[in-house]
């Protein structure tokens, strides 16, 4: 049976076809979900794509959090399910509180849209064991609001605990530690700003984003949870 | 009653401003010198319903701690007028 990806629209998504695309590609049934639904049951991985959610009102990610979709996000979480936030949707862990920390103002003021590099810092958790640690991933950004932060405590123990998965190669838009991705305290909710549904491909320059996706299918393919359900 | 709330929303101190910033960047070039500090900041007003001011204020903050401000990066002020 193949892995089932639900992705999740809101109003103002504009990632949910390339994710299903991507996804697809690697072999996953995918689903799109909208915001205003309540049930996750039928799905191995949940997907928040990139975009601007709600127009982003009042702070990207703040009024998606509270789309009816989200409660069944958080239990899929907290039951082990894997949920991956890619840009805007990462904006949206943070604001729900499934990640730590908050994005802010890219630090030049700049929308950025362009190639990085990133590097797995931490290759066991379920989003990056197809990549040897160290292992540099060519990704593009798409972003405004991709400065990530949180308090240097915190920081350290992110770093220590091994939660940010992803760093840049060259720091882009300010974000702490050059964090590009950071994982939840149970190693099954991963945000990053990075599009890595959009390096699937030969063709669009990069296939190391199906590096991070295909981990994703490996995990769930595997039958493994990263907490009992 | 009706009472008049404002909300101001700041990135908390110790927080790079990059629009504040760039302000203080662009003001000496209009001839307007001797500023520092420039910080950006959001403000919110709405008109709420409660039975005495006392009320009225503490909804308001936990409107700010729900959802108008972001805990990990910003603070904010509420004054009922």
Known sequence: MSVRAGIVL????????????????????????????????????VVLPGGFAHGDYLRTGALA????IMEAVCAHARSGGLVIGICNGFQILCEAGLLPGALRRNVNLKFLCKWTSAYVDNSTTPFT?????????????NHFEGNWYCEAAELEDLRASGRLVLRY????????????????????????????????????????????????????GAGIRSVPV | ??????????????????????IEKALPALGLTG????RVGKSIVLEIDAPDRDEAYSRVMEMCDRLLANPVIEKFEVTIA
């Open chain 2, 1 to 22: 009653m009706s009472y008049s709330a404002k909300v101001d929303v700041m990135l908390k101190d110790g927080i790079a401003d990059p629009q504040g910033q760039t």
């Open chain 1, 10 to 45: 809101f109003p103002g998504s504009n990632c949910e076809q390339d994710c299903a695309r991507a996804l697809g590609s690697l072999g996953a049934e995918t689903r799109i979900v909208w915001h205003q639904e309540k049930e996750l049951s039928d799905v191995d991985i």
């Open chain 1, 169 to 220: 190669a060259e720091n882009p838009n300010g974000s702490l530690g050059d964090v590009a991705g950071v994982c939840n305290e149970d190693f099954n909710v991963l945000g990053l700003m990075p599009h890595p549904e959009r390096a699937c491909e030969a063709l669009l320059g990069s296939e190391d984003g199906a590096v991070l996706l295909g981990s994703m299918l490996d995990h769930v």
């Open chain 2, 35 to 38: 500023v520092s500090e420039v």
């Open chain 1, 65 to 68: 959090r509270f789309s009816p």
């Open chain 1, 129 to 141: 064991s197809r990549a040897g640690a160290g292992r540099s991933l060519r990704l593009p950004i």
